[in-house]
C-alpha cells in the first residue's frame, strides 16, 4: 500500500495526526527533500528504509514503490504543504493504478494556509473577496493561454501565487498589465510556519523591490488583493441581525440564509 502523505507547510507539528501515525508505521519513506521539514523523518521506524525524492525520477519513484510493494512492505510518498497543490501526484496514481498498486492519500495543511496565519488575515472577506486563486507564474511549467495572472485581475478576487519567488518582476508587470492598481496590496511569506519565516507587506508596485531588497528569490508565496487591506464588511454569520439554522436573530430579522 503505497500512502500520499501532506507533510503541511514546514513546522514539523503541522502535520496530521493520520500522516503522523503512517510515518511512524511505514516501511519506506520518499519524502520530496526540498521543502518536507527533515524532522519529520525522525517519527520513521529505526529499519524503515529513506529516500529524497529531489534527485530521483518518477521512474525511480516508481521502482523504489514497486518493489516494497512485492516485498509487501508499506510506503509513505511525502508531499510539501497539501499533495493536491502543484504536488505532481496524478502521474504517480495513474502508474501506480496502472500496475494494480493501491494507494490512498491524506491531506495536509497546504502552504497558502500557512502563509495567511503568517500573515494574520482572512483570504475571503464579505464585500471584498469570497474566492481565492491559487495560481503560479508560467516558467518551465507552462500555463493555459485564459488561465495567465493578467487574465484574473478583473475578477478582485484574492490571489495566492505560488511557484514564481524568483519571478517577482515579470509578475508584478503581469499583474500592472492586467489592472491591477499599483497601490493593491500585496505581501510576500517566506517559508511560512519555519523557523525562519519571514512576511513582509508591500504592494502590487513594490513588489519586485521589496522581494530583491529582502533577498527573497525561492520558497515563498506571494498574496495579492484588498483581503490585505482594512476595509470589508462583517460577518452575517455571527451578525446578531441574522438568524440561522444554530441562532435566533436577537434583532431586527434577515431573510438570508445562513451558510
Ligand atoms: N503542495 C505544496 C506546494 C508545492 S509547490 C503546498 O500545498 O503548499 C512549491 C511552492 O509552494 C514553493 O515554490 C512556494 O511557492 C510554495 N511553498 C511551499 N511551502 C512554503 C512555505 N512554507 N512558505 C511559503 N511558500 C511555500
Not at 519513506?29 to 521543502?35: K, M, P, V
Not at 519529520?40 to 525520477?57: E, F, G, H, P, W
Not at 511557484?163 to 510576500?188: C, F, K, M, R, V
Not at 517566506?190 to 521589496?210: D, I, M, N, R
Request: hydrophobic share 40%.
Amino acid at each position: 500500500m503505497i500512502h500520499f502523505v501532506g507533510a503541511g507547510p514546514g513546522a514539523a507539528d503541522l502535520i496530521t495526526l493520520r500522516g503522523k501515525t503512517l510515518l511512524e508505521q511505514a516501511d519506506c519513506i520518499i519524502y520530496a527533500g526540498s521543502l518536507v521539514n527533515p524532522e519529520l523523518l525522525k517519527y520513521a521506524k529505526q529499519d524503515c528504509a529513506i529516500y529524497n525524492s529531489a534527485s530521483m525520477t518518477l521512474e525511480e519513484v516508481l521502482q523504489v514503490m514497486e518493489q516494497m510493494e512485492e516485498d509487501g512492505r508499506t510506503t509513505v510518498r511525502l508531499h510539501t504543504g497539501d499533495p493536491s497543490i502543484y504536488g505532481a501526484i496524478r502521474e504517480q496514481m495513474d502508474q501506480l493504478a496502472d500496475r494494480g498498486i493501491a494507494f490512498d492519500i491524506v491531506p495536509g495543511v497546504s502552504s497558502f494556509c500557512a502563509a495567511a496565519a503568517a500573515v494574520q488575515a482572512e483570504y475571503t472577506l464579505p464585500g471584498v473577496s469570497q474566492s481565492v486563486i491559487i495560481t503560479r507564474m508560467e516558467g518551465r511549467t507552462p500555463v493555459p493561454q485564459r488561465q495567465r495572472i493578467a487574465d484574473y485581475a478583473a475578477h478582485g478576487a484574492t490571489m495566492v501565487i505560488f511557484l514564481s519567488a524568483s519571478l517577482t518582476a515579470q509578475l508584478q508587470d503581469e499583474l500592472l498589465a492586467g489592472g491591477y492598481q499599483a497601490d493593491t496590496p500585496a505581501a510576500i511569506v517566506y517559508k511560512a510556519s519555519w523557523p525562519e519565516e519571514q512576511a513582509y507587506h508591500c504592494t502590487v508596485g513594490t513588489l519586485a523591490q521589496t522581494a530583491a531588497e529582502k533577498g527573497i528569490s525561492k520558497t515563498a508565496l506571494i498574496l495579492v488583493g484588498q483581503f490585505l487591506a482594512h476595509a470589508y464588511e462583517r460577518s452575517r454569520l455571527y451578525d446578531p441581525s441574522f438568524s440561522h439554522a444554530y441562532r435566533q436573530a436577537v434583532q431586527k430579522e434577515d431573510p438570508a440564509e445562513a451558510e
